[in-house]
C-alpha cells in the first residue's frame, strides 16, 4: 500500500502479483482471516491497489497482460502505510534509496 513510484522493481512486482494471489484466495473460498489480523491487506483496497500498480509499471514499461479477475470484495483489514515504509527501508537497500530521494525532492 506504499507509494508506487517508491518502490524497486522487484516490490512493485512482488506486490502485483501477491494482489493476483489473493484475488485467487478469495475466489476458491480460502480463509484471509490471518493476512487482515496481521495488518498485511485491505480486502476493499485490492481492485484500487492493482489499478494504481498496473499504471505505475506501465509508466516504467514493465508488461502486464494479466487483467485482475472479478471477485467479490468486502470491507476487511487495515494497513499501516507508514510501518510499511519503516519497514521497506530495513529489508530493501533499492527500495530505501528510492523513498530517500523522494524525500530530497
Ligand atoms: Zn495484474
Ligand atoms: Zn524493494
Do not use: T, W
Not at 10 to 22: A, F, Q, S
Not at 35 to 40: A, C, K, N, S
Not at 46 to 64: C, F, I, K, P, S
Amino acid at each position: 500500500m506504499v507509494q508506487p513510484d517508491l518502490l524497486c522493481r522487484k516490490h512493485l512486482m512482488g506486490e502485483h502479483v501477491e494482489l493476483h494471489m489473493l484475488v485467487g484466495s478469495l475466489n476458491k473460498g480460502r480463509s484471509v482471516k490471518g493476512f487482515i489480523r496481521d495488518g498485511l491487506i485491505e480486502v476493499q483496497s485490492v481492485r484500487d491497489r492493482h489499478e494504481q500498480l498496473v499504471v505505475e509499471m506501465a509508466r516504467r514499461g514493465y508488461n502486464h497482460k494479466s487483467p485482475l479477475p472479478d471477485f467479490n470484495s468486502f470491507i476487511a483489514g487495515s494497513v499501516n502505510v507508514s510501518d510499511n515504509i519503516e519497514e521497506l527501508k530495513r529489508r530493501c537497500i533499492d527500495c530505501k534509496e528510492r523513498i530517500k530521494n523522494e524525500k530530497v525532492n
